[in-house]
């Protein structure tokens, strides 16, 4: 499968934004899809992930209750939605797709990978 993400840009601090990635192929319904991002001189850190139907997700500790992941089979499109953003969530937020079946943190239980779209909060 292959990804592409939009959606990001400049906002102030308090803003929202909404992420999109639209994802190639037939079979975009068995993956589980995740949301990572990597500041400027910092390692890739998860942001949200969401199983096959929706019905698991799972956040990161600093996004939870601001961030809300979701997905649309039919459109085989995964959503973030950026809430009450704060000046260290800028970073580059990359989509990914994984066949383990398992909601997963780790960057390296994803096999596929978009290629990133910059958020930019203004404090």
């Known amino acids: 499968v292959q990804l592409q993400a939009c959606g990001g840009g400049l906002v102030q601090a308090e803003g929202c934004l909404r992420l999109?990635?639209?994802?190639?192929?037939?079979?975009?319904?068995?993956?589980?899809m995740g949301w990572f991002r990597q500041a400027p001189g910092k390692e890739r850190e998860f942001v949200a992930g969401i199983n096959w139907s929706g019905g698991m997700r799972n956040y990161a500790d600093s996004v939870r209750g601001r961030f809300t992941i979701s997905r649309d089979n039919a459109k085989n499109t995964v959503y973030l939605q950026m809430n009450s953003l704060k000046s260290e969530d800028t970073a580059v937020y990359y989509c990914?797709?994984?066949?383990?079946?398992?909601?997963?943190?780790?960057?390296?239980?994803?096999?596929?990978w978009g290629q990133g779209t910059q958020v930019t909060v203004s404090s």
């Open positions: 990914a797709a994984g066949r383990s079946g398992v909601v997963t943190t780790t960057a390296t239980r994803y096999d596929n």
């Open positions: 999109s990635c639209a994802a190639s192929g037939r079979t975009f319904s068995s993956y589980v």
